[in-house]
């Protein structure tokens, strides 16, 4: 079906594109056609996560793609559908959906065992062809890989998820809500009682503060920075029983906390910073569990010491996003309302003031902000 076929759609769409480092260039990209497989969004919000911004710097990621749409958390109307595709994903036009940013394969064995967000064909970190919303470049056919457009192109590998009435910029938060709920309680397994401790908290830790107190945790303690005052009010609102500086003693004060056993699990969510790996070992419980959620940009981590790991029986696990089984909860969890979860949509801005919006939540140019939404 040719774009022409579709009433009410414009020929091209709007998007703003990463063109250089920390640049942005506004183009009218055309609309391609949708055949029986495939099918294209109107986007209504796309989130800001901290990798869009590691992606528009170019330091760490995203070198050598070429210009590029960013914006992977995106929620919006389905305006144009294949019959197979509309089958396969159970919505119809007209349908507000949450897409996750992985384009798996399918087949392989990773996508069959449900581990699809680790598949080669969807990993920029790979090194295969990949193709995964937020990061495929405008010169793969058709372009629209990014949310930060007026469209995205539903590719028949897509995986969407019906959100319903919420409203978009809240449904934008299916990732680190969706995070959360995967880290803390499925891979981390948390058990009703347990001590918690978030290290970082920005939306994802604020995901898992949500998901442990949504668990059955007994305590939940978040740790941050000084420039972290907002979002440590925030955690207390959604449930956090202490907040805690980082530094030098913030092992003494989660041992303190925990009368000398330690946590239970301790949730690493601090780009960049290694020593919080270290922090995370010393304040465990015996038979804790640590889960390593943030990137360290490929930085060694200086003082980890092995024998403590041995020593207490830690469970060290790496966690990298989200899946259906994460997704679906939440958004269920998003539509109870059990948690004032619009505490974090601090920030929305137009399609003309992405540049602006990536500065704000990546460059922290305002310390309240959370989570930034764009609203193509």
């Not at 958390?73 to 036009?93: I, S, T």
């Not at 107190?213 to 303690?221: E, F, Q």
């Not at 997704?327 to 109870?336: F, Y």
Request: overall charge neutral.
């Amino acid at each position: 079906m040719a774009v022409a076929d579709l009433p009410g759609l414009p020929d091209r769409a709007r998007a703003a594109v990463a063109t250089e480092p920390g640049a942005t260039e506004h183009r009218d990209l055309p609309l391609p056609g949708v055949g029986s497989d495939d099918g294209l969004l109107r986007v209504e919000a796309a989130g800001i996560c901290g990798t869009d911004w590691e992606l528009y710097l170019r330091e760490t990621r995203g070198r050598g793609l070429g210009p590029l749409i960013l914006g992977h958390e995106n929620v919006g109307r389905v305006v144009a559908l294949g019959e197979r595709a509309a089958e396969r994903w159970g919505v119809a036009v007209g349908d507000r959906v949450a897409v996750e940013e992985f384009l798996p394969c399918g087949t392989c064995r990773l996508c069959r065992s449900g581990s699809y967000r680790l598949c080669e064909a969807t990993d920029s970190r790979g090194v295969r062809p990949y193709l995964r919303y937020g990061r495929t470049p405008v010169t793969v056919p058709p372009g629209l890989y990014g949310g930060f457009s007026q469209y995205l192109y539903l590719h028949p590998r897509a995986i969407v998820h019906r959100v319903g009435d919420l409203p978009a910029d809240l449904a934008a938060l299916f990732a680190p809500v969706a995070n959360g709920i995967r880290w803390v309680l499925q891979q981390g397994r948390l058990q009703l009682g347990q001590t918690v401790v978030v290290v970082g908290p920005g939306q994802h830790g604020l995901g898992c503060v949500v998901a442990a107190r949504h668990g059955g945790a007994g305590t939940v303690i978040v740790v941050g920075t000084p420039s972290d005052a907002t979002r440590l009010e925030v955690a207390r609102r959604l449930g956090a029983d202490h907040v805690l500086a980082a530094g030098p003693g913030v092992v003494r004060a989660v041992m303190e906390l925990t009368e000398g056993a330690g946590a239970d699990m301790v949730v690493d969510l601090a780009p960049g910073a290694t020593g919080t790996v270290e922090d995370a070992v010393s304040m465990s419980a015996k038979r804790g569990t640590v889960v390593l959620a943030a990137s360290k940009h490929g930085k060694p981590v200086a003082g980890f010491e092995p024998d403590t790991v041995v020593r207490k029986e830690l469970t060290v696990m790496g966690v990298r996003g989200h899946d259906h089984r994460s997704v679906e909860p939440a958004i269920d969890l998003i539509r109870s309302d059990r948690f004032p979860l619009r505490l974090l949509c601090t920030h929305a801005f137009g399609l003309h003031e992405v540049d602006h919006a990536l500065r704000v939540a990546g460059a922290r140019l305002d310390p309240e902000a959370i989570h930034v939404t764009v609203l193509p």
